[in-house]
């Protein structure tokens, strides 16, 4: 069974810095691209970061500079630092696979993923 829990998330203030985990069992994590996912109170959920299988990764250009996405494949785990905290990174975080193995990610404008965790919030006071 497919499974993603996200941890880390919690109340920061403005300027700070949280990281965000998401262990993932249940199927070949190093063949997967993994990303991350936001949804603000309000708004439509939104593509944070993406780390492919083969290194590649891909930021949102609201987060490049103050995110930094990572992947441990011994202990498949994904990771989310989050620096520079603002206000508008108040959102639920959720940790999601590609459904293809092996091949490009999708990309963040699109939500078609495989696997969604259940999500993480994470509320920045400023």
């Known amino acids: 069974q497919v499974q993603l829990v996200e941890s880390g998330g919690g109340s920061v203030q403005s300027g700070g810095s949280v990281r965000l985990s998401c262990a993932a069992s249940g199927f070949a994590f190093n063949t997967y691209c993994m990303g991350w996912f936001r949804q603000a109170p309000g708004k439509e959920r939104e593509g944070v970061a993406e780390f492919n299988y083969n290194g590649n990764t891909n930021y949102a250009d609201s987060v490049k500079g103050r995110f930094t996405i990572s992947r441990d494949n011994v202990k498949n785990t994904l990771y989310l630092q989050k620096n520079s905290l603002k206000p508008e990174d108040t959102a639920i975080y959720y940790c999601?696979?590609?459904?293809?193995?092996?091949?490009?990610?999708?990309?963040?404008?699109?939500?078609?993923?495989?696997?969604w965790g259940k999500g993480n919030q994470v509320t920045i006071s400023s």
């Open positions: 999601t696979a590609d459904r293809r193995r092996l091949l490009d990610c999708t990309g963040l404008s699109s939500l078609n993923r495989r696997k």
